[in-house]
Structure formats: structure tokens, C-alpha cells
T-cell receptor
Framework: DAKTTQPTSMDCAEGRAANLPCNHS???????VYWYRQIHSQGPQYIIH???NNETNEMASLIITEDRKSSTLILPHATLRDTAVYYC??????????????FGKGTHLIIQP | DAGVIQSPRHEVTEMGQEVTLRCKPI?????LFWYRQTMMRGLELLIY????????DSGMPEDRFSAKMPNASFSTLKIQPSEPRDSAVYFC????????????FGSGTRLTVV
């Protein structure tokens, strides 16, 4: 699986959009970009994933650059409850089965009141 | 949907004792994962099962650790004998099909070995 690079920590004001970057310059054509987050004392939570098109769901938007070497997770209106560690993971979708996710250190996002 | 259920939530045990952690995956999910989280090492994949069969246990730290999945609705992670360095939060996760769906994690078991 390709390696990812994320900032260690970020601050964002409550109500503003939080933009979390992730670099994955060695990504392969069949690798997806996944985002998870972990709120303190809870298990990781799936947010969103994508291959090459931008994706949006009820939690966030995922913007992947055209060359797929980087991506940005966008929380459109951050709240205090969005304070968490956010993990960007790149991996192949094997399809039909499953393979363990490898978590890096992630970005600690702190939402300021 | 009750999500992935882990028990106990907290476990304190003495060094040398056997510890058994339990996990009930989401009904219908065919993959199950055990992770361990510590401040020093972050989230580590210990072992995972597909259709109740262990696929990769290369993350299991040593022979003191063992995991079983006797049926689609139950899995255990056992540590025997336990040591203080095993103190961590242990998470179980399940998935229906990777790539199309994300993993769902349980709330974890916080293990303290004294």
C-alpha cells in the first residue's frame, strides 16, 4: 500500500470549513483513498473513500487531485464534536474479500470555539 | 443495528493471568479484524478473519496471543499469560466487503495488566 503524509495537527474555528490535506505521491492506479477519524476514547470511524472522482456524503467531501498524488478531506461546517485524529489511508480494493487497514499517525484536528 | 459489540469495556488483571476479550461483529459482515492501540505504537492490526477463517496473523506479537472465530457472530482474543506490556486498548472491527464499505469498529476493551 502507498505511504501517506499528513500534518501532525491542525486547528480550525467552529463553524468554518476544516480542510485536511494528505499527500500520497506513490499511489497506484488501483489504490483507493480512505479517510477515518478517531474521537477520543472511541474506535475509529469510517468517513469516506474515493478512487479518482470527488466524493461527498453526509459527513464530508473528498477532493482528489487530477494526478491523484494528494487529496483533501473537507468538513464543511466544523463543530466541537469534530475534534479527533483523522487518518488518511491508501490501499487497493481487493474486492470480494478483505484486507487489514494500516493506520499511520494521522492529523489531530482541534476545533476551537 | 447495534454495531460491533466488544466486552468487557475495561479489564484489569494481574501479570500472568489469562485474559479473554470478546467481539460480536455486525450481522452479515464476513470479515473481522483485531487491532491494538497504544500511545507508542498507534493502531496495529493483530489478525483478521474472512468467513471465520484466519487469513493473516502476522501482527500477533507472540505465542501468548491467540484468536478464534468459531462462528460468524463471535470472536475471541486471548492472552495467556498476560504481561504489563500488553496493556492497551484492543479494538475489534468488522466489514461486509472492503472497498465498497468501510470498516465498523467497536468501542474497544481497555486492558490494564498490573
Amino acid at each position: 500500500d502507498a505511504k501517506t503524509t499528513q500534518p501532525t495537527s491542525m486547528d480550525c474555528a467552529e463553524g468554518r470549513a476544516a480542510n485536511l490535506p494528505c499527500n500520497h505521491s506513490t499511489i497506484s492506479g488501483n489504490e483507493y483513498v480512505y479517510w477515518y477519524r478517531q474521537i477520543h476514547s472511541q474506535g475509529p470511524q469510517y468517513i469516506i473513500h474515493g478512487l479518482k472522482n470527488n466524493e461527498t456524503n453526509e459527513m464530508a467531501s473528498l477532493i482528489i487531485t487530477e494526478d491523484r498524488k494528494s487529496s483533501t478531506l473537507i468538513l464543511p461546517h466544523a463543530t466541537l464534536r469534530d475534534t479527533a485524529v483523522y487518518y488518511c489511508i491508501v490501499r487497493v480494493d481487493p474486492g470480494g474479500g478483505a484486507d487489514g487497514l494500516t493506520f499511520g499517525k494521522g492529523t489531530h484536528l482541534i476545533i476551537q470555539p | 443495528d447495534a454495531g460491533v459489540i466488544q466486552s468487557p469495556r475495561h479489564e484489569v488483571t494481574e501479570m500472568g493471568q489469562e485474559v479473554t476479550l470478546r467481539c460480536k461483529p455486525i450481522s452479515g459482515h464476513n470479515s473481522l479484524f483485531w487491532y491494538r492501540q497504544t500511545m507508542m505504537r498507534g493502531l496495529e492490526l493483530l489478525i483478521y478473519f474472512n468467513n471465520n477463517v484466519p487469513i493473516d496473523d502476522s501482527g500477533m506479537p507472540e505465542d501468548r496471543f491467540s484468536a478464534k472465530m468459531p462462528n460468524a457472530s463471535f470472536s475471541t482474543l486471548k492472552i495467556q499469560p498476560s504481561e504489563p506490556r500488553d496493556s492497551a486498548v484492543y479494538f475489534c472491527a468488522s466489514s461486509l466487503r472492503v472497498g465498497s464499505y468501510g470498516y465498523t469498529f467497536g468501542s474497544g476493551t481497555r486492558l490494564t495488566v498490573v
